[in-house]
């Protein structure tokens, strides 16, 4: 956890805290999860994303299980920009102290042998490997496939689905109502804006009645903005901590805890930002 900070009281009753990280490249927190996070990892902050509008897009493509994306740089290119990564993400994030401080809330508040879903689980490393070593049956889900090659290698004992977490295949894995927890650090950035209440919906009801979530996001109030990340385009979307809780709450979740942390990468390739951890239990 970043260091310094300060504590105050949120409308809901619960305490928002929030902390000052500064840029230490020996070993800075992650600005994202393990990777591809369904179609990407963490990205710029407020600052870094209001300066990158209409950063250029590329050209479409096409990606199978994906339904056709309208805009001219979609979901395909998105996978593809992770896939050409790989492992540099976790360089460029060598430690993620906040994601492994929600994820220990995650996998310490649920029952021993839980069933839980990472919601873009990237390369599996840390939430996965953390779940894993819990004691919880672990199922991933990102759109890379060179991500979801390397969650195989980090954390073999996970169960793994290639699908875009915006229009999560129904049917087995993914049945309703199977989960006891779900794990979604950075992945919804990844997603536009009119996507994020459906697919928190979607994870409201993959829920067990008072399962729980665990999620992430950068703080920034754009939407589906192109920006540059690792020598790569990917698109992210953002909100500030106060519409974030509304969007999480108006699809049926209760908010536990909050953090905000300010965190500066190790790579000079990626902007410094704030991210927000929401601790949620289904209502």
């Known amino acids: 956890m970043g260091s310094g900070g300060e504590e105050r009281a949120v409308p809901n009753g619960h305490t928002r805290s929030t902390h000052s990280t500064p840029a230490d490249p020996a070993g800075p927190e992650a600005a994202g999860s393990e990777g591809a996070q369904g179609t990407g990892g963490g990205s710029g902050g407020p600052d870094g994303l209001d300066a990158l509008d209409g950063f250029g897009d ?17 979901r395909a290119e998105q996978a593809g920009a992770f896939d050409a990564i790989g492992d540099r993400y976790d360089q460029a994030f060598p430690t993620k102290q906040s994601q492994l401080t929600a994820g220990a809330w995650l996998a310490g508040t649920l029952p021993p042998g839980s069933r839980v879903l990472d919601l873009g689980c ?27 090659a390397l969650a195989r290698e980090n954390v073999p004992e996970g169960e793994y689905l290639q699908a875009d977490i915006a229009h999560l295949p129904p049917g087995p894995p993914l049945e309703p109502g199977g989960f006891d927890g779900v794990a979604a650090f950075f992945s919804l950035l990844m997603l536009r804006r009119s996507e994020i209440p459906e697919t928190l919906r979607a994870v409201h009801e993959l829920l067990a009645p008072e399962g729980l979530l665990a999620l992430s996001m950068v703080e920034a109030d754009v939407d589906d903005v192109p920006i540059p990340f690792l020598g790569h385009t990917v698109r992210v979307s953002g909100y500030l901590q106060d519409d974030l809780r509304k969007v999480v709450t108006d699809a049926g979740f209760e908010v536990i805890k909050e953090d905000a942390y300010a965190y500066a990468p190790a ?17």
Not at 267 to 283: G, K
Request: with cysteine.
């Open 58 to 74: 590329g050209d479409g493509g096409g990606l199978d299980g994906v339904p056709p994306d309208d805009r001219p740089w979609g």
């Open 122 to 148: 990237g390369t599996g490393v840390p939430t996965a490997r953390q779940l894993v070593d819990a004691g919880h049956r672990v199922t991933g889900v990102d759109l890379s496939t060179g991500m979801l």
């Open 267 to 283: 790579s000079t390739d990626v902007p410094p930002e704030r991210q927000i951890y929401l601790c949620c239990r289904r209502a």
